[in-house]
Structures are given as C-alpha cells and as structure tokens.
C-alpha cells in the first residue's frame, strides 16, 4: 500500500527522521518485499497438504480403432454393429468432448509434505528476523548520519564565530601596526590565520552538505518534503553491565535469531530429503462426461489409490541427502561464530561509548580551559606582553578544541546507537 507523503517541513526531529527513514527507504522497502516472498512459500507448503481439485474439458477426434472403440465405450453408444470386423479395422472419425474432475489427495509421503511446511516456517520466521534486524540497521544509519548534521551545524556555527573573531582581530593588528606598535609580520599572521579559518568554515559547509546528502539516502527522501534538522538527538539508554548487555544481545539479535532459524529449517530439508527413501501413498478420485457433442453426458466416476516407491534414481536422492546433512552442519558453525562475533560487538561497542563519554567529558574541559587562556593572553596581548604567535596559536587551540567538543558530542550519541544495535534493541522506541 503507498504510504502517505508528508507535507514539507514536517521532519525536523530525528524520531520523524526515523519513522520517515523505515517507511521509505527504499533498500528496506526491497527487504520487505523478500519476506513476502518467504510467506508465499509457506502458503504454498501448507497447500500441498491439502487435497488437489482440477477442472479440465476438452475434444479429441480419431479414427484409431483403439480410441474409437474406447471413446464410444465412455459415451456408452457401443451397438452390436460396431462389432462388425470391417467396422473394428477401420471405424472411421470419432468426436469425443471430455469433461473431467479430478481430485487428488496425499496420503502419506514419507513426511516430505510436512517437512517441506516445516522448512518453510522456519524460514519465513527467518526471513522476518532478517528484516527486522535490516531495520535496526537503517535506525542507525539515520541517528548516525542525523548526529554528524547536527555536528556539521554546530561546527559551520563555532567557525562561523571563529571568522568573525579572526577578522576582528586582523583589524586589531592592521591597527596597532599602522600605531607602530607591532611589525608588518605581525599582520601576514593575522590575515593568514583569517584565511586557514575561512577555508575551514567552507570544509564544515561542505561537511553539512554531503552529510544532509546521505541523510536523504538513508530516510529515502525523494525532495517532495523538506529536511530542517532542528533538534539534538538524544537517546534513551538503559542501565546494564557488560555481561548484562552480551547476555541481551545473545537472547535479542534478530540476525542470530535468523541463522538459528535457518539451522531449524535446514534440519526440517533433511527429513525431507530422507522421505525420498520411504513409500508415496495417493488417493485418486475422477469424474468425467464424454459426449460426442458438446455437454456433460455419460458420467463415469473413478476412485483409487495409488503407491509408489523409489527403487533407484541414480544416487541423486542420497546426494540431495548429503547437502542437507552438510548445509546443517555449516549452519551450526556459522552460528557458533557469529556468537562470538555478538560478544565481540558488544564488548567493543561498550567499550566505544565509555571513551567516547571521557572524550567528551575531557573535551569540554579542555575547552573551557582553552576558552580562559585565550582570554588570558588577549590581555597580555592588549598590554604588549605577549606575541601575535602566541596569540593566534591560542585561537587556533581554542577553535580546534571546540571543533573537537562538538564532534566528540555526538560521537556520544553514535556511540549509543552502536551499542543498541549490538545488543539488538535499537528501535524508533528509544529515540526521545
């Protein structure tokens, strides 16, 4: 069903960024679209469980003896002229309009009809697990790329300033070298600390563009709605120790979920494949009318059972034995793996976000720390009692320091997000 488009200016936020991002993303989209296919085959499964109905008419003309005596037989016109030895050898053209109903029922197929539903199940739940853990994926992608916007933003505003301050401080420069105070060194200085700052303001414009470009990617936007990232993300993170959040990430990961689902339904295709070796039991049942014109006469009915046993097949069913054996043992190997490679993910991600929170917390310090020995030195500066150097080196610390407080910021909320989609319980649910 085509989902309704919002109205420009409606995103804003990085929850509507996200509700947006799994609606229209069009790589999820494509996703969804593979468990309608897994579906499908579980439908079909189940229907092969179930008794088999076919309708079919038609018309046949021959003048083979063979077919005439039978066909006149079925329409129940046989006379005893048609015994004649003239009549039997060459008996001239025959219609016969045939309509039939057939019904067939399996009975018992060694277990290869339940199996096969079995498999199916298992890898639909597969296939679901799959999409679910896609969505997780495409959460994070939006509140990472969100987070470096939102950084992108904050740094156009602190080099925005930082020009600002650059030009006022050439202005300073230019003023006290025409008073004689300083030298025309002193001036190159400035206007080529002004110039690296300005060049830095462009990169950080640059920046915000190519992360609102991939931005747009992620949430599927197609420019029919507009994008004001407006609002700093903030992510509600629960309260769990490490071992806590590996024994979540264990019990929670759709993708493990799925591969285990894959073992179940490889297992079911191996007593499908046995099922090859044991006996095929059918009910049969027809009904048909044949009629040398067109209608529904002479109806003769049918009912049976049939059996069938695979003698020999030329080694193909105990090869297709074999794959099924193997493919279940890989998946157990594949599955003992990507528990470590779980474990792994969550005991780095853990790791990520407590530095990145002492990056932060060590950051901000740092700029309230540059922050006061920029205001130091101005008035030393102002007094003659420092160089322009010395000076200009302090506002490129300070710039860069509060450049590397807002990224390490948002690190934080990347950070976050890392350690939920490892765990597996990213959702728009923890988006605040």
Aim: no cysteine; proline share 2%.
């Amino acid at each position: 069903m085509t989902q309704p488009m919002a109205v420009a200016g409606d995103i804003s936020t990085l929850r509507e960024s996200v509700e947006y991002a799994l609606t229209h993303n069009r790589m999820l989209g494509a996703n969804a679209q593979s468990v309608e296919q897994a579906n499908a085959g579980l439908s079909d499964a189940t229907g092969r469980l179930l008794p088999r109905v076919d309708l079919s008419s038609g018309v046949v003309r021959s003048n083979a003896p063979g077919d005439y005596f039978g066909m006149k037989l079925n329409q129940k016109g046989i006379t005893a002229a048609d015994f004649n030895p003239a009549v039997m050898n060459n008996p001239g053209y025959i219609n016969n309009y045939q309509t039939r109903v057939g019904v067939t029922m399996p009975l018992y197929q060694g277990g290869a009809l339940w199996a096969g539903r079995k498999l199916a199940s298992h890898q639909a739940d597969a296939s679901l697990y799959g999409h679910d853990y896609m969505k997780q994926q495409i959460v994070f992608q939006t509140v990472s790329v969100y987070a470096r916007v939102r950084q992108s933003q904050a740094h156009i505003e602190a080099m925005q300033g930082a020009v600002v301050a650059a030009k006022k401080r050439l202005q300073d420069t230019e003023a006290m070298e025409k008073r004689g105070v300083l030298i025309k060194s002193d001036v190159m200085d400035a206007r080529v600390h002004l110039l690296r700052t300005t060049v830095q303001l462009e990169e950080a414009k640059n920046a915000l563009a190519g992360s609102k470009d991939m931005l747009e990617q992620v949430m599927g936007l197609n420019g029919d709605v507009a994008l004001n990232t407006e609002e700093d993300p903030h992510l509600k993170m629960p309260v769990m120790t490490l071992e806590e959040a590996i024994e979540k990430a264990l019990a929670a990961r759709p993708d493990l979920k799925a591969l285990e689902e894959n073992h179940m339904a490889a297992s079911a295709g191996i007593d499908r494949s046995r099922a090859a070796f044991l006996p095929h039991v059918d009910l049969v049942a027809a009904q048909d009318w044949n009629s040398s014109t067109f209608g529904m006469k002479n109806r003769n009915s049918m009912v049976g059972a049939t059996v069938t046993m695979n003698i020999f097949s030329g080694g193909s069913d105990a090869a297709r034995m074999r794959a099924a054996q193997a493919e279940t043992v890989s998946l157990e190997y594949k599955t003992g793996d990507l528990k470590q490679q779980i474990r792994n993910e969550v005991s780095h991600a853990w790791r990520q976000l407590a530095e990145s929170r002492m990056r932060f917390e060590s950051e901000s310090e740092a700029m309230h720390q540059s922050d006061e020995s920029l205001r130091i030195k101005s008035l030393r500066y102002e007094q003659g009692l420092t160089k322009t150097s010395d000076l200009l080196d302090a506002q490129v610390q300070t710039d860069s320091t509060r450049v590397s407080t807002i990224r390490a910021k948002y690190d934080v909320t990347v950070a976050e997000a890392a350690l939920l989609l490892a765990v597996g319980a990213l959702s728009e649910e923890v988006i605040q």
